[in-house]
């Protein structure tokens, strides 16, 4: 072959293997998602860091919020009818991994099974001799009317009151339930916001299994490949624990379960 014919060809090839990259670049893909508050801000920073991770090989990713105020179980309707959103992130259930596609990576690294307990300022004295279910079915509890927790609890003999998510905080502070079950990741800010007038039971939390996952389409093979692997390319090059422990409430919920003594875990069975 001719000097000249052997450029020619590896120009060719070279641009062979440019063009799928630069075409994705030139039109990148537009994912949207569910904005649901200030809390949602640590798994919108997980997306966007899977979807960097995985960029080379599937090309740019635009990210953009669906801001609209809706319950989880609309948005997930939305969802499996392929409206307005193309991923969201939600505790994992048979029947959400049935309709819809898993990708299948704890976002919270094992701490959203812990849930620790709210009660009015003051109202600690009562709980402190609870060391069982047993015990603990004596007092009322609150829960949000689809969240996973309330499954739970009924399937372990609690029957909570429930409402939406919104009205819980305020219900506890009328005594209209004596405590509310609040995810390890969450409850910080909660507490926070609320200053002087509840507080958390040292001496009892709830554990059962739970996981967070995104969720995608049924039929959205790709972002869900895409996104599992972007994940657990971040979590082995450690982008991923940098990005986990920077959020203060994280961390604060691993310490303070690492300062609890094993009796104050009360396991409950999954449904």
């Known amino acids: 072959m001719q000097p000249w014919a052997q450029q020619t060809l590896a120009t060719a090839l070279l641009l062979g293997l440019l063009l799928p990259y630069d075409a994705m670049a030139d039109n990148p893909q537009t994912i949207s998602y569910p904005k649901f508050s200030q809390r949602s801000e640590y798994f919108e920073k997980v997306l966007a860091l899977a979807l960097a991770k995985t960029e080379q090989e599937y090309g740019i990713a635009n990210l953009q919020p669906f801001e609209r105020e809706l319950s989880n179980e609309r948005l997930r309707r939305y969802l499996q009818d392929k409206q307005y959103i193309d991923v969201m992130w939600s505790t994992a259930t048979k029947q959400r991994n049935k309709t819809l596609r898993p990708v299948k990576f704890d976002l919270l690294q094992g701490l959203g099974q812990y849930r620790f307990l709210l ?19 004596q007092f009322s509890a609150g829960s949000g009317t689809y969240w996973s927790d309330t499954k739970v609890m009924r399937y372990n003999g609690i029957e909570p009151v429930t409402s939406v998510n919104h009205s819980l905080l305020p219900m506890l502070a009328a005594g209209r339930f004596d405590y509310l079950s609040r995810g390890a990741h969450e409850v910080w800010s909660e507490l926070a916001a609320h200053t002087n007038q ?6 009892v939390v709830l554990k059962y299994t739970c996981r967070y996952f995104f969720y995608v389409n049924k039929d959205n093979i790709e972002l869900a490949e895409r996104l599992e692997k972007g994940l657990y390319l971040a979590l082995n090059d450690g982008s991923y624990n940098q990005l986990f422990f920077s959020e203060s409430d994280f961390k604060q919920g691993w310490d303070k379960l690492n300062q609890l003594a094993p009796a104050s875990i009360i396991t409950l069975n999954p449904p």
Do not use: C, P, Y
């Not at 009660?119 to 079915?137: C, M, P, W, Y």
């Not at 509840?198 to 001496?203: G, K």
């Open 119 to 137: 009660v009015q300022a003051g109202d600690s004295k009562r709980f402190e001799n609870i060391k069982t279910l047993r015990q603990l079915r």
């Open 198 to 203: 509840f507080e958390l039971l040292d001496n």
